[in-house]
């Protein structure tokens, strides 16, 4: 069984279009989280959500707009994509409370904005 | 604040020879500490986690750290490299309070030559 899935694996798009990147967790954790890494493979926060609340919103453009409609799922949407978004995009969960709880990351979405 | 270094971007070894990879946190709290690695094109797998519990950690494949309170290190090591090790590895502290966020290092490219 999957803990962390992602859909799609691959997405490919013009620039300027809308696109979603989905991700379900089936752990049982209350914290979800999106990640973006880059070409040198910089991990760098975006959104974490704990219990449905937004907990973690970084220095994110706001053509980015994370939606959890529940504690399982954790969605990310892109408006007036740009080059510069192209990158690999990974979600993540976590129990929030408690010492030494690791998170469980998805595959990864590859993003390729032309 | 919590923070982590990753003092090499870039390590080679002989197949056969130990892997010794860096890490030092700053944490004004005691710390929960990882190491994650990630094989091209994969996602991120947890090798080990320090909770207090016990300053040697034990991971998978073979793998792990110490936790070195005095010089605020956790470095990872392994007795004999294999090639499957090739991959990037990154060193994570968890804040203990406020929003929980994990603080990643930027990287360590682990060579591994034949």
């Known amino acids: 069984d999957t803990a962390v899935s992602q859909t799609p694996k691959y997405l490919v798009t013009q620039m300027g279009n809308d696109k979603s990147i989905k991700c379900e967790q089936n752990?049982?954790?209350?914290?979800m989280y999106w990640y973006k890494q880059d070409s040198k493979k910089f991990l760098k926060i975006m959104f974490s959500?704990?219990?449905?609340?937004?907990?973690i919103n970084e220095t994110v453009p706001n053509r980015f707009s994370p939606k959890s409609p529940d504690k399982a799922h954790l969605n990310l949407h892109i408006n007036s994509l740009e080059l510069g978004d192209s990158a690999v995009y990974f979600c993540a969960s976590s129990h929030s409370t408690g010492q030494g709880n690791e998170q469980f990351f998805g595959p990864g979405t590859r993003l390729t904005v032309l | 604040a919590q923070s982590v270094t990753q003092l090499d971007s870039h390590v080679s070894v002989s197949e056969g020879t130990p892997v010794l990879l860096r890490c030092n946190y700053s944490s004004s709290y005691s710390p929960s500490l990882f190491w994650y690695v990630q094989h091209p094109n994969k996602g991120l797998q947890l090798l080990l986690k320090?909770?207090?519990?016990?300053?040697l950690v034990k991971g998978i494949n073979g793998f792990e750290a110490e936790f070195k309170k005095s010089e605020t290190s956790f470095h990872l090591t392994k007795p004999s490299a294999h090639m499957s090790d090739a991959a990037e590895y990154f060193c994570?502290?968890?804040?203990?309070?406020?929003?929980?966020?994990?603080?990643f290092g930027t990287g360590t490219r682990l060579k591994v030559l034949a």
């Open positions: 752990l049982g954790h209350d914290t």
């Open positions: 959500y704990n219990n449905k609340e937004l907990i």
């Open positions: 994570v502290v968890r804040s203990v309070s406020g929003t929980y966020k994990y603080i």
């Open positions: 320090y909770t207090s519990a016990a300053t």
